[in-house]
T-cell receptor, first 116, second 116 residues
Framework: DGGITQSPKYLFRKEGQNVTLSCEQNLNHDAMYWYRQDPGQGLRLIYYSQIVNDFQKGDIAEGYSVSREKKESFPLTVTSAQKNPTAFYLC???????????????FGQGTRLTVV | AQKITQTQPGMFVQEKEAVTLDCTYDTSDQSYGLFWYKQPSSGEMIFLIYQGSYDEQNATEGRYSLNFQKARKSANLVISASQLGDSAMYFCAMRRPSGGYNKLIFGAGTRLAVHP
């Protein structure tokens, strides 16, 4: 089955530690995205990437880093510089838009990160 | 600045009745796309329906329809014949002009509870 796999589902981190969230897709999508969701709020864009070895900062990139060494994979590292990392993290992918049209983003199941 | 507003934090509906979830948006762009996603308690985001800014007809997908009023900048979701499985968070989102990306701005969401 095609889809997006995020792992782990739950992650606990001690303050001051870096942690990496995994995101893999087998949909052959060019674009991948990381979003953060806080309780009672919508999603906010952290980073996005359209091709291998290229990625762009989203609205809340501070304290996060990403890599795109393979088309299928877009891991997110939450660094110790992120002041409030406890949140729900969602990875998404989509086809590259040729213009106006319905090309929805497909989402993974999410990773819930808790700093202890 | 682009913004999505969902003014209903929570809604209740009786099973088999219709319900409307409100969404207003703010943008100065002529070309944009509007999406509705459903988020069950498991966390994944499920695409429901899409409306392009140049679409003349309201979008429909099964029991979901989008009441698009461009002049009022509103894109309300109508769910007909509600089912217990419709209980979830619902997010309205707008695609920003993005040079080929599917970057989305999300509203804060509406929690829908369907009662038997």
């Amino acid at each position: 089955d095609g889809g997006i796999t995020q792992s782990p589902k739950y992650l606990f981190r001690k303050e001051g530690q870096n942690v990496t969230l995994s995101c893999e897709q087998n949909l052959n999508h060019d674009a991948m995205y990381w979003y953060r969701q806080d309780p009672g709020q919508g999603l906010r864009l952290i980073y996005y990437s359209q091709i291998v070895n290229d990625f762009q900062k989203g609205d809340i990139a501070e304290g996060y880093s990403v890599s795109r060494e393979k088309k299928e994979s877009f891991p997110l590292t939450v660094t110790s510089a992120q002041k409030n990392p406890t949140a729900f993290y969602l990875c998404a992918s989509s086809t590259r838009l040729a213009g106006e049209g319905n090309t929805e983003a497909f989402f993974g199941q999410g990773t819930r990160l808790t700093v202890v | 600045a682009q913004k999505i507003t969902q003014t209903q934090p929570g809604m209740f509906v009786q099973e088999k009745e219709a319900v409307t979830l409100d969404c207003t948006y703010d943008t100065s762009d002529q070309s944009y796309g509007l999406f509705w996603y459903k988020q069950p308690s498991s966390g994944e985001m499920i695409f429901l329906i899409y409306q392009g800014s140049y679409d003349e007809q309201n979008a429909t997908e099964g029991r979901y329809s989008l009441n698009f009023q461009k002049a009022r900048k509103s894109a309300n979701l109508v769910i007909s014949a509600s089912q217990l499985g419709d209980s979830a968070m619902y997010f309205c989102a707008m695609r920003r002009p993005s040079g080929g990306y599917n970057k989305l701005i999300f509203g804060a969401g509406t929690r829908l509870a369907v009662h038997p």
